[in-house]
């Protein structure tokens, strides 16, 4: 499976978890556990430069 279906079904995994609603912080974290238990590595919220 391509990195893009696991990714898009995570996060569909999430939002039927959880439902509407919540803060996107809470998504947020919900997400990363979720990536976590698919055993994939991730950087939340990185700092990028813009010019």
């Not at 893009?4 to 990363?32: M, Q």
Request: hydrophobic letters at 45%; proline letters at 2%; one cysteine or more.
């Amino acid at each position: 499976m391509d990195l893009t279906k696991v990714l898009i079904n995570a996060a569909i995994e999430v939002h039927r978890d959880k439902g509407p609603g919540l803060f996107e912080s809470i998504y947020e974290w919900c997400l990363e556990k979720e990536l976590e238990l698919r055993t994939l590595s991730f950087i939340s919220q990185k700092a990028v430069t813009v010019h």
